[in-house]
């Protein structure tokens, strides 16, 4: 429901459990520059045609709609939303909708050193970076592709370019990077990037995730805590890592001094520990699908209304019974839970 009044800053977004809406993800395109092994096989998958995926134009004006109902953030997803062309083209007509957005990119960081200058200058605010080891064999293991050099290089081109804060975002897969955790922080620690670790989730294309394989959060913080002296922080705003201040751990005198606040590395746990009661995230998938959960089973067209010539006020009351409609929590340890058909890459993370 859309409330406007002295008390509110503006138009709002709100389910029947009193979740605001305001965080918007746009994916940008199903197809990646990687096949990393927990996401997709080696071949990829089948790709939406061109026809099907939304127009810079059609995305443009979906994502002015939302802005006028209350979303204050839009990121950019994929796959791999540097495949597709023109993107800070895209940014920068984003940057112009009132109020202006904060905008956000998640990214490989394949093809970032190219672009993070014009991505910056186009109204880009920051990006997260998603990078599962620092191991270049394992790197190449993980994702199918020897990459890990141009990673670096696109973190290095996006801190050169003013995107702050930079996080980096990694999978733990218990046989392959498990023990490297206190590595990468380290590495994180030195470098000034933000390091969270996300639980991997149950959206692989080959529908091989078990609860049992899962490396946990409680697993992470004992690696962690082998090595450094974490102190629980808890959540900052509707963000869903759960924050630590990392006191003390080798390597302290080379640690870069975090602009704002302590030293600090985050856990995302959307299984073990789901945030759903607090989730203020909508998501637009390259084909213009509206997902209100991650793990929804049901979208809601928009592209069809959109190519159909409706209003922006029809397709507001579209996105607003969507909304109402948004699910308590995604399920994923309730008896009988079904992994969605459609991947991460199809989804947008």
């Not at 809406?21 to 927990?38: G, H, P």
């Not at 498990?178 to 529908?207: C, K, N, S, V």
């Not at 928009?302 to 699910?327: C, F, N, Q, Y």
């Amino acid at each position: 429901m859309i409330h406007a009044s002295a008390a509110e800053t503006g138009p709002v977004l709100i389910d029947t459990f009193g979740r605001r809406a305001e965080d918007l993800r746009i994916s940008l395109t199903d197809k990646c520059s990687l096949r990393c092994t927990y996401c997709m096989p080696a071949e990829g998958l089948n790709w939406l045609p061109a026809t099907s995926v939304l127009s810079d134009d059609e995305l443009v004006r979906l994502a002015g709609i939302f802005v006028s109902l209350g979303v204050r953030t839009i990121r950019l997803t994929g796959g791999e939303p540097l495949v597709r062309a023109g993107v800070a083209g895209l940014v920068a007509r984003l940057a112009t909708l009132d109020p202006k957005p904060e905008l956000s990119l998640t990214t490989n960081a394949i093809s970032l050193a190219d672009k993070a200058g014009d991505l910056a200058r186009s109204g880009l605010n920051r990006v997260n970076v998603s990078l599962d080891t620092l191991d270049r064999a394992k790197f190449a293991a993980l994702t199918r592709r020897d990459r890990l050099p141009d990673v670096i290089a696109g973190l290095a081109a996006a801190r050169a370019a003013g995107l702050r804060p930079i996080k980096v975002n990694a999978v733990l897969m218990r046989e392959q990077n498990l023990t490297e955790a206190p590595q990468l922080l380290a590495w994180a620690l030195r470098t000034g990037y933000r390091l969270r670790f996300i639980e991997h989730m149950p959206l692989d294309a080959d529908h091989l995730w078990t609860m049992e394989g899962m490396v946990t959060a409680a697993e992470v913080l004992d690696v962690l805590s082998e090595s450094f002296e974490l102190r629980p922080l808890g959540h900052e705003g509707h963000a869903p890592s759960e924050d630590f201040e990392v006191v003390d751990g080798p390597g302290r005198a080379d640690w870069v001094a975090p602009e704002n606040g302590p030293h600090r590395v985050g856990i995302i746990a959307s299984v073990t520990r789901p945030f759903c009661r607090d989730c203020d995230r909508l998501r637009l998938t390259a084909d213009g699908q509206l997902r209100t959960c991650l793990f929804a089973h049901q979208e809601t067209d928009l592209r069809a209304l959109l190519r159909s010539g409706a209003g922006d006020d029809e397709i507001a009351e579209l996105i607003r019974t969507a909304v109402r409609a948004k699910p308590a929590g995604h399920g994923i340890n309730a008896p009988g839970f079904r992994q969605p058909e459609r991947t991460m890459s199809a989804i947008g993370g």
